[in-house]
């Protein structure tokens, strides 16, 4: 009698046993999404509805930028995946800003600016940033005061100086992004920097520099001379 063979289906490797078994750098980002999302829909796995999302919104920066209610939008996603996909880029962005905590020093334009990146990496509008410092230029926080449109961040010295002023600041960089990805000032970047120097100098909080960051270039006032680093 011959003795019957048979070949057993190999296991089934989804995104959640291979973040166990691999670890997440492993993943792709379709497979990461997936997690977030948890479900799919009828006839549409949750790596492929990750897949489809990503596609549609030209990748990771795209989605990040994406309102909620636009991902909410597209078929199948609706409103509490949407929120997850929302909340996941929320955290990452809050991470990166959490690394500067209270008594980091500054060193450098770079290291705000890469912040600043960072943060506003895949945002359609324009945010003003001030790292507010103490006397050693370490940090005491870090601050959003301004979010404006796709070239603009209207920013008032009275919400950079009035947080700087509350919390004993003696000094501050301030920063925004630009999300056409050109690191140029603009002519109004340029007059704003002048009205928050003088401003700072009648208060007694010190501007150290105004950083515009691009797609991967930024631009410092004060390493281009504008105005005295020391």
Not at 59 to 69: M, Q, T, Y
């Amino acid at each position: 009698m011959q003795e019957s063979t048979s070949i057993l289906p190999e296991p089934f490797y989804g995104p959640r046993e291979r973040i166990q078994q691999l670890g997440e750098p492993r993943l792709s980002d379709a497979e990461c999404l997936a997690l977030v999302l948890r479900t799919g829909a009828p006839g549409e796995p949750a790596e492929q509805l990750g897949q489809r999302l990503l596609r549609r919104f030209g990748g990771l920066p795209g989605l990040a930028a994406a309102s909620v209610r636009e991902v909410a939008n597209e078929p199948a996603v609706g409103l509490v995946r949407a929120a997850a996909v929302g909340a996941a880029f929320g955290l990452a962005r809050r991470l990166v800003e959490a690394a500067w905590k209270p008594g980091t020093m500054v060193r450098n334009g770079t290291e705000v600016a890469r912040l600043v990146r960072d943060s506003a990496r895949g945002s359609r509008r324009e945010g003003f940033f001030v790292v507010l410092l103490d006397v050693r230029h370490r940090v005491l926080s870090l601050q959003v005061v301004s979010l404006g449109s796709l070239d603009s961040a209207p920013v008032h010295p009275r919400e950079v100086f009035s947080p700087a002023i509350r919390d004993g600041a003696v000094a501050v960089v301030v920063a925004h992004n630009h999300p056409s990805g050109d690191s140029k000032p603009s002519a109004e970047d340029r007059v704003v920097t002048d009205r928050l120097r003088q401003v700072g100098e009648l208060v007694g909080i010190r501007l150290l520099d105004h950083l515009v960051v691009g797609a991967d270039r930024f631009y410092s006032f004060a390493e281009e001379g504008y105005f005295p680093i020391a």
